[in-house]
C-alpha cells in the first residue's frame, strides 16, 4: 500500500488558516456553528493549540450566558463543542449543557417509524413530518454515542446507535450501498432518490467516528461497520478526476463539491493503509480549494431535500459555508492524529 503523501507542517499551517477563517465568521446555535467548531474542536484534539480550545470556550460562554436556545434536531450539533470542552476544561458546566441536550433527544424530540428523529430545523416555515434526512445521523445521533460513551450512559449511547440502524434502513440503497438524502414515511420513498455528495460524508464519517466508541463486543458494531464498509467501497469507485466527489455522485455533469469530499475522505482514513491511493489524490485537491486566507472554496449552500439530480445540481457554490471550514478541518485533522471524542 502507498503511504500518505503530506507535508505534515503544511497540513499545520493550513488548519491553523481555516481555524483563524471560521472564527471571524458569525454563528447563532445552530447546524452551521456546529459543524464548524465541531471542526475546530478535531483541530484542536490533532494539534494541542490550547488557542483553539480558547476560542471555543469564549464563544460558547458568551451563548450560554442566557443558557440554551430552543432547541432543535440540528441545533444540537453544538453539543460536540460542549462536550469538547468539557474534556479540555473539566468545568461541569458544559457536561450539564450538553445533557440537557441529550434530554430533549430523548424525551422531546419528534420521531416516527421506530423512534427515529423526524429531520427539524429553528425555523418554523419549514415542516418536514415524519422525514428522516441523513444530516440527523452527525447533528444527533453522533452527539448520543458522544455523550453516552463519555459519561458512560447506555441510554444515550443506545439511542445513538438506534439512529444509525434507522437510518441504514431508510436511506442506504441496497443496490449501490450509497446513501440517499432523505426518506419520507409518509408516502414510502425516498423523495428524488438522490445520492448527494455531502449526505454521504455526513453518513461516512459519523459512522468512522461512532465504531470508535463502541464496543466490537456489541452487537451493533458490525451492522455499522459492514454499512460503512460498503458505502466507502462504492464512494472510492466514484471519485473524480481531480480527487474530490461531485455533489450528486453519480452525475458525471455535477461540480465537485469540497465538504463532501473531505467528509468522505476522512472516512477512508479510518480504514488505515487501504485506501491511501484515494486519499492523497483527495489531499491534493481539498488543498487546492482553500485560499490563502484559509477560506475553503467550492462548498454547495445549505441544501434541502431537492426535486430531482438537476436542484442539487444548481446549488451555489461561491459562499464560505461554516460545513466547509468545518469538514475540511476534521479531514486536515485526521491527516495527522487520529481523533477522540
Known sequence: MPALQLDEQEIRDRIDRVVHRTFQMDFDWDWPGGVAFYGVSEAYEATGKEEYAARLKEWADEQLEDGLPRLTVNAVSIGHTLLTLYKATGDEVYKDYAVQMAEFLKHDAER????????????AAYNFPQQAWVD???????????????????DYLEDGILQYHGHEKFLQCPRTNLYYHGWDHVSQTNMSAVFWGRGNAWAAITMARALRLIQVTHPSFMVIDGSLRDQLSAL???QAEDGLWRTVLTDSDAYTETSASAGIAAALLSRGKLYNKVVNRSISGILSRIASDGSVHGVSAGTAVM??????????????????QGLTLVFLSSLLAPQEI
Open 112 to 123: 416516527f417509524a421506530d423512534g427515529i428523529f423526524q429531520h427539524t430545523v429553528n425555523s
Open 136 to 154: 440527523t445521523m452527525f447533528m444527533a445521533g453522533y452527539f448520543l454515542v458522544r455523550i453516552g460513551h463519555l459519561l458512560e450512559r447506555d
Open 236 to 238: 472510492v469507485r466514484l
Open 307 to 324: 426535486r430531482d439530480a438537476e436542484g442539487y445540481k444548481n446549488v451555489p457554490c461561491q459562499r464560505v459555508q461554516g460545513w466547509g
